[in-house]
């Protein structure tokens, strides 16, 4: 293990030179808080130490992005009830997720960025919190900050865990380097039983218990409002298809099956909404050559007409809203040649009618929830989007139908939140 980190820190500033740019384009571009982004070079001004300091010796939370950092907020929570006397910082990748938890944050709870990778960054920020437990989500696993924490006497947990098919078979492939590493937290809380086989495959002697998947114990805030299209769209009532968290391709498969069906129902409305806000001139001009008449809701923009048919939308916490307000929802990164997945679970709670992709490498286990219940539409090819959304568009009973199993299958596999404070408390 020393040697293999000896040659990961060997290797990392290498890695770097070629990361960079693609980091700083993401800043510029992206929205989201940027303010504090030196955090992630480990770069604190003395006020901000100071500022710190009262969240010593707590626990860290490191959280990616928007999504992990929903259901880390959940969690943060509980864990403030569970030890008030105990500080919270929580940590995100991404400016975007920086922007939420710093919008939710709990009483007794900090918000950093997270530093790169590198040794000496890892210990500086180790240093200055302190931490008595540090808590990962899902597939954050950086060897210095784990191996790091140890030594220092922290605490380790990776909560929410998941393990597809394919990282699984990278980390079997270099088993010799994340079997061991793997070994070093206190606990592994699996998403899924399937999971949790995959992470023993590869590690057989990590601590790795079956929690389930936090995301299934979400809730929907009771006041939630949709967004108002009538804005972009005009008075009136729509049926609006709602594509989110949609990736590169799939805006085109999307707004292609949109307009031929709009020549048959012209009250019909497409949402989109990127994955990466940076996409955004990108996926405007795929509309460009659709001809499909669209507003871009950060900035004003409209092209292609005066009569909008479609908003492309990726204000920071705002899907929720508008997955309120939709007929339809697609689940991005499942067409147009992407079979990852993304989250299904906050139509499902608003009750929404879903369409993705038959094969969701990152959620198979809460796609078989879904199909097992017969709550959800699935496509095993693009042209099958057309005629699907047509059902679903035509038939009211059916999406009703649809989202009312949704929720319901959902709900019975709610309690991981509790399992995994029990795991977390065994580690006190």
Not at 246 to 258: C, D, L, N, R, Y
Not at 313 to 332: N, P
Request: charged residues 25%; glycine residues 8%.
């Amino acid at each position: 293990m020393k040697i293999m980190l000896f040659f990961y820190n060997l290797v990392l500033p290498l890695g770097f030179v070629f990361f960079v740019p693609g980091l700083l384009w993401k800043l510029w571009r992206r929205p989201g808080w940027k303010k504090t982004f030196g955090e992630r070079f480990a770069c604190y001004k003395k006020e901000r130490k100071a500022e710190l300091e009262a969240y010593k010796n707590g626990i860290w939370i490191h959280a990616v992005s928007v999504g992990e950092s929903v259901i880390a907020l959940a969690l943060s929570k509980k864990l403030r009830v569970a030890y008030p006397d105990l500080p919270i910082v929580i940590s995100t990748g991404t400016t975007t997720g920086q922007e939420l938890v710093r919008k939710q944050l709990p009483e007794g709870a900090a918000a950093i960025f997270c530093p790169m990778d590198f040794l000496w960054m890892v210990k500086k920020v180790l240093r200055m919190l302190k931490p008595q437990m540090l808590v990962i989500f899902e597939t954050e696993i950086w060897p210095n900050l784990i191996v790091q924490s140890k030594k220092q006497g922290v605490k380790t947990a990776l909560v929410n865990a998941r393990l597809s098919d394919h990282s699984a078979k990278g980390y079997n492939r270099f088993k010799f380097f994340f079997a061991p590493l793997l070994a070093k937290f206190d606990v592994i809380a699996s998403q899924s039983e399937g999971d949790k086989e995959r992470f023993l495959q590869v590690s057989p002697q990590a601590n790795v218990q079956n929690c389930g998947n936090l995301k299934f114990d979400q809730s929907v805030p009771a006041d939630l409002q949709a967004v108002d299209l009538a804005e972009y769209f005009g008075e009136g009532e729509y049926k609006v298809v709602l594509g989110a968290s949609t990736h590169p391709g799939e805006e085109a498969v999307i707004a292609a099956s949109f307009k031929e069906l709009y020549q048959a129902d012209d009250k019909l409305r497409l949402v989109l909404i990127p994955r990466h806000a940076e996409r955004g001139e990108e996926v405007m001009q795929a509309m460009a050559k659709l001809e499909i008449p669209t507003a871009r809701r950060s900035n004003g923009e409209r092209a292609g007409g005066e009569k909008i048919l479609c908003l492309l939308a990726y204000t920071t916490g705002e899907m929720l809203k508008f997955m309120k307000g939709s007929d339809v929802v697609i689940m991005g990164k499942s067409i147009a040649g992407h079979d990852e997945g993304h989250n299904l679970i906050e139509p499902a709670l608003l009750k929404k009618a879903v369409v993705t992709g038959s094969v969701l490498r990152n959620f198979r286990f809460l796609l078989q929830v879904l199909t097992g219940k017969d709550a959800i539409k699935t496509i095993a090819s693009d042209s099958e989007l057309t005629g699907v959304l047509a059902e679903l568009l035509n038939n009211d009973d059916l999406r009703n139908e649809l989202g009312n199993k949704a929720f319901a299958a959902i709900s019975e596999h709610s309690g991981a939140t509790d399992k995994t404070l029990a795991v977390l408390g065994k580690l006190f």
